[in-house]
């Protein structure tokens, strides 16, 4: 078979394309970093073109690698509609699966609700808890998405990347507060800080090997991201963790802005988590991997 027939390849290029980050494909595809690379090494010399700049971070495309991605990517959508398609036509299931969300992720979660109901309109879904394997383990979820390093012997874990967190802040509000890219001039400004049970709160800026500590009575937390984007979006303050995902829209739209550029708060490794015992259930199984799958495509 000619090496650039093989899709599982294309997958992992296009993988690293939107994660620009071998670790985080290697998660994804519960692989080895070595694995990743060989893949990707293998479609380079069948193409007889370099597709990423290797030692970038994070990792860039070559001009070469934009134009393998433009026309690949909706090659293999189309496909990945077609198998979803197909196991729809071969088995359809039903009943009810509960799903535990964070708030800001439950905006996606109706579309993608839906989308899977198109193929399997007998299933049920029902939104409950905060995003936490504390719904799992006290029997109000089936599946949550996770966030965080976590570890339960009665849960299994599938990762599905990292989250980024972004520095934001309101046009308006830098007009009034210019915001310079020292953190200790962070106790100038009010700041909204996400303090909720679905993740751990960043307690540091970092650049590089440095650690900026965030404290100050000008700290509001909030268990509510979505208070906290509005009130950002109000000028009312910044936000040093605002996931990336909940934010690209207003960025892209220049009604937020980042700040800080120097300096971030983290990554932190986000999972779809599904009780051991319902690993047997091929409805459940099913949507936790389809699910995984599409919030990959959002995370990136």
């Not at 370099?50 to 970038?56: D, E, Q, W």
């Not at 909204?192 to 509001?220: K, M, V």
């Not at 303050?237 to 980042?258: F, I, N, Q, S, W």
Request: aromatic share 8%; charged share 25%.
């Amino acid at each position: 078979m000619n090496k650039l027939d093989n899709l599982n390849r294309w997958k992992i290029f296009l993988s690293l394309a939107n994660t620009r980050n071998f670790q985080v494909t290697a998660d994804y595809f519960e692989s080895d970093l070595s694995t990743i690379t060989r893949n990707l090494d293998t479609l380079e010399k069948a193409l007889g073109q370099k597709l990423v700049f290797r030692k970038t971070r994070p990792l860039e495309l070559t001009e070469f690698g934009k134009k393998a991605q433009q026309l690949m990517s909706p090659h293999l959508r189309k496909h990945q509609q077609i198998i979803s398609e197909l196991v729809s036509v071969n088995y359809l299931f039903e009943g009810e699966i509960r799903v535990s969300v964070a708030q800001g992720l439950s905006l996606y979660m109706v579309k993608l609700i839906t989308e899977f109901r198109k193929y399997h309109p007998k299933v049920v879904f029902k939104l409950a808890g905060h995003g936490s394997i504390a719904d799992i383990e006290n029997n109000l979820a089936d599946i949550a998405c996770v966030t965080g390093k976590i570890s339960s012997p009665e849960i299994f874990f599938i990762p599905r990347g990292k989250v980024t967190y972004a520095s934001i802040a309101a046009p308006s509000y830098i007009k009034r507060n210019p915001v310079s890219n020292d953190p200790a001039q962070l106790k100038e400004h009010t700041i909204y800080q996400y303090d909720g049970e679905n993740r751990t709160s960043p307690s540091a800026l970092i650049r590089g090997e440095e650690r900026f500590l965030i404290s100050g009575e000008n700290i509001l937390l909030s268990a509510d991201i979505l208070t906290i984007k509005k009130a950002v979006l109000d000028g009312a303050g910044l936000c040093l963790d605002m996931p990336l995902p909940l934010c690209k829209a207003e960025l892209k739209k220049g009604e937020l802005v980042k700040i800080l550029p120097d300096w971030h708060v983290g990554e932190q490794p986000t999972f779809i988590a599904i009780h051991q015992n319902l690993l047997t259930s091929r409805k459940h199984r099913t949507f936790a991997y389809w699910l995984r799958d599409k919030l990959v495509e959002i995370d990136c």
